[in-house]
């Protein structure tokens, strides 16, 4: 496993910048997340890494070495893409043994490295199966697979379980962060989905518009967003966001609605932006009069979603309730889980 340093990075296509000037310290054995919102050069980023694209500026090191003019097959790195990337005319074994082989390994170290893989990831009674009479799982287990013979000093994933189904991709999440766990090889990882980074990640790096936005552990940034865009994007169902002001220790939203502030922030003038979780919204009396639009229970909570003075809001309401499409309900916010945002920057004012 080793360091990777990424300074100042830059790419463009010709006139579009793709990267602006990206900067992420990724330590020995750390597991990494780049996520983002499509199109934010994230998988680009990755490429960069890999030595698939050329950097425009800056210097990526790995293990201290520059490599922004080393061939991808000298950087010791291991990709698994999305579309697995599987050979289909040879058998799970040979598919694992290939980069071995090309250089060269003697057929007992290839042998052993297989097993010992195989081993890890359940391949032991497939490994004469040929990709078409496998499961999309199990195929990205053999991508996988592929990947770990080498013994990189890291690890590049490219939304390896886009092509999964929901279900299937709950558990590759958990073998994949297990493996990590028991390899403690260095990981970069690529994804949209952001459940995904909350569970899996050690740090997450969110992107948008080819600027890093924040950088921190999941629920570093789940519980203290740096800027409207990371609030809005960290979290599923996304934070409820109001336009408006603060006023006399209140924050008093553009179609006049009111929700108390405690403590009061200090020096805070002008527009604002007010941003609270769903799930730290509560039924009771005391809070503001909303009326019920959508009622969608889950078995083992309830999400609502409820019209407050022309402001579409959603509350995840642990308890089962007896409410209604057409009811009103009073809702109150959990005292030290509102946010606030400059209304003009987007930047985070509260501590």
Do not use: W
């Not at 039924?283 to 078995?299: N, R």
């Amino acid at each position: 496993m080793a360091e990777v340093t990424i300074a100042g990075v830059r790419k463009s296509f010709g006139a579009p910048h793709v990267i602006r000037g990206v900067d992420i310290d990724i330590d020995a054995g750390e597991f990494v997340i780049l996520v983002g919102p499509s199109g934010c050069g994230k998988s680009t980023l990755l490429r960069m890494i890999a030595g698939l694209e050329t950097i425009t500026a800056g210097e990526i090191r790995i293990g201290g070495r520059v490599v922004n003019e080393v061939p991808p097959k000298d950087r010791d790195i291991a990709m698994v893409f999305q579309n697995y990337a599987l050979y289909p005319h040879m058998t799970v074994a040979d598919n694992m043994a290939f980069s071995l082989k090309l250089k060269k390994a003697p057929k007992p170290e290839i042998d052993s490295r297989i097993a010992h893989a195989a081993s890890i990831l359940g391949l032991s009674g497939l490994l004469d199966r040929y990709p078409r009479q496998l499961s999309g799982g199990q195929r990205q287990r053999v991508a996988m697979g592929r990947a770990i013979v080498r013994d990189p000093q890291v690890f590049l994933f490219d939304e390896p379980l886009s092509n999964l189904d929901a279900k299937l991709r709950v558990s590759m999440r958990a073998e994949i962060k297990e493996l990590h766990q028991r390899l403690k090889t260095t990981t970069v990882y690529v994804t949209h989905d952001q459940i995904e980074a909350m569970t899996m990640a050690e740090k997450i790096v969110v992107m948008h518009d080819g600027i890093v936005e924040q950088i921190g552990a999941p629920l570093e940034l789940y519980d203290r967003p740096a800027n409207l865009f990371v609030a809005e994007f960290i979290g599923s169902p996304a934070m409820n966001t109001l336009k408006g002001r603060v006023d006399l220790g209140e924050f008093v939203s553009d179609k006049g609605l009111r929700l108390p502030l405690s403590p009061a922030p200090a020096g805070l003038g002008g527009p604002a932006t007010l941003g609270i979780r769903p799930e730290h919204l509560r039924l009771g009396s005391g809070g503001f009069p909303a009326h019920v639009q959508i009622v969608e229970p889950t078995g083992s909570e309830t999400q609502i979603v409820v019209d407050a003075a022309g402001h579409t809001i959603t509350c995840l309401l642990r308890e089962r309730v007896s409410i209604r499409r057409g009811d009103t309900v009073s809702i109150s916010a959990q005292p030290g889980h509102i946010h606030l945002f400059d209304g003009e920057t987007g930047v985070r004012v509260t501590d």
